[in-house]
Nanobody, 115 residues
Framework: QVQLVESGGGLVQPGGSLRLSCVAS????????MGWYRQAPGKQRELVAQVTSSGKTTYADSVKGRFTISRDNAKNTIDLQMNNLKPEDTAVYYC?????????WGQGTQVTVSS
């Protein structure tokens, strides 16, 4: 069983920055792709950024150049640095761990971008 715990969400003004962190329990962390997803009210959950076990990263077009995902296998953590935040980035952000034939999700952390 893998548990994922997110932190770092909050209220920020447009143009501001936040850093989200996700801590994973379990020894499989380093072998799994890890990602951040988000879900805004009334919308489907969408991929924000993903990092594979080998370190390859993928970003949604809407966040390219503003968000950076990173992982630390020694600490079982992934971070999402979010800069130049926009109101449309407002959502609940979820951490996800993808393995062969299974996936684990965190409980989510709220990010609100508003003046």
């Amino acid at each position: 069983q893998v548990q994922l715990v997110e932190s770092g969400g909050g209220l920020v003004q447009p143009g501001g920055s936040l850093r989200l962190s996700c801590v994973a329990s379990g020894s499989i962390f380093s072998r799994n792709a890890m990602g951040w997803y988000r879900q805004a009210p009334g919308k489907q959950r969408e991929l924000v950024a993903q990092v594979t076990s080998s370190g390859k990263t993928t970003y949604a077009d809407s966040v390219k150049g503003r968000f950076t995902i990173s992982r630390d296998n020694a600490k079982n953590t992934i971070d999402l640095q979010m800069n130049n935040l926009k109101p449309e980035d407002t959502a609940v952000y979820y951490c996800k761990s993808d393995g062969p034939g299974y996936a684990y999700w965190g409980q989510g952390t709220q990010v609100t971008v508003s003046s």
